[in-house]
């Protein structure tokens, strides 16, 4: 019978984020990593390895595909009430302990991920773009997984969804390298980054780096993409008034037109221990990052229990530019131009140019797409 990592590593092309070295050695840069991969070995995300001096990277399947609401990614100033063909492979080069997409990111390992196998669904670019037309999607977005160790595979379908006019997105933990963000920069407009904590140590122990997030916002910014960031908030390991001013001072200091959303934890995966993140916390960092100089701040996935900071709000006169409900527009009155009705001011992001297009009510869930 064949393993998960037979089947994986037959789905697999040469990789171009590598450089090869001495003695059929390579160093991968798809991630923060940059693993040293001597021959017959595996990067730590382990879908990346050495064949004779070559790296294989994976190619030509998904194992998590779906129409999602883009606000469920969450962009909340892209395209608002689009609908974003969202596709996954396998594996990771964290090990959050709290990984609500475990079964996937934790392949190849942790044993219990192993039934992932059964979700592998060869596909090809092509294939993908038929996909997204046929659920009438605007952007295509990288995400489930760790995009950034699958880059090759989604700057092939990138590529096509280009020539059909569509948009591209990653959703990321941001442990990016100089050269990932340059490979994939030609065809995204859109980077989401994961915030996970302002304390190195906290990284450490999910098996990152800050530096490297932090890195990864301020390159993503100046090199033109529309950035939003996400701190997932968890009672007792990064829910300090102290830093979560950091990040919101962080964010604060490369664009106060990022959005920060805000986001609560619930018990998942390894991580049972916390309690599950009330409301009354995320409206506090919510109003840490808005006394931090953010514009645009949400407190995120607790519809109807956080006040005003589920909708988008004019920076200047504070008028209501678009009200949500979950990932359900319910009202939009942005101008055509991406100003607020009220004083002119023109809210940050990227907006469509045909406010009538705007799907509003929607049911804010996944489209099947097969």
Known sequence: MSTMADVLDNLTVEGTLYERLADDA??????????????????????????????????????????????????????PGSNALTFGMLGCDFHCGYCQNWLTSQALRDPASNEAINLVRKTTPQEMIKLAKRANASVLVSSYNEPLITSEWAVDIFKQAKVAGLMCAF??????????????????????????????????????????????????????????????T????????????????????????????????????????????????????ADIGREAGLRYVYAG????????????????????????????ILEYRLTASGSCPRCGTRAAGIWPEDSSHVKLNGTGAPIPVY
């Open 301 to 328: 996935n607790l519809p109807g229990r956080v006040d005003e900071y589920e909708n988008t709000l004019c920076a200047t006169c504070n008028e209501m530019l678009i009200k949500r409900a979950g990932y359900v």
């Open 171 to 232: 959703v990321s933990n941001g442990n990016a390298t100089v050269e990932a963000l340059k490979f994939l920069q030609p065809y995204l407009i859109a980077y989401k980054v994961d915030l996970k904590s302002m304390q190195d140590k906290n990284y450490r122990q999910l098996g990152g780096v800050l530096k490297n997030t932090m890195d990864t916002i301020q390159l993503a910014h100046d090199m033109g993409l529309w950035v939003e960031v996400v701190t997932l």
């Open 234 to 285: 968890i009672p007792g390991f990064n829910d300090s008034n102290e830093e979560l001013w950091d990040a919101a001072k962080f964010i604060s200091s490369v664009s106060p037109d990022i959005p920060w959303h805000l986001t609560a934890f619930h018990k998942d995966y390894k991580m049972t221990d916390p309690d599950n993140t009330p409301a009354q916390t995320l409206l506090r960092a």
């Open 26 to 79: 390579v160093r991968c840069f798809a991630c923060g990593h940059r693993c040293l991969i001597h021959k017959g070995k595996r990067g730590i995300c382990q879908v990346r390895f050495n064949q004779g001096g070559e790296l294989r990277v994976p190619w030509g399947y998904v194992a998590a595909l779906q129409s999602d609401p883009i606000e469920k990614k969450p962009f909340f100033h892209v395209l």
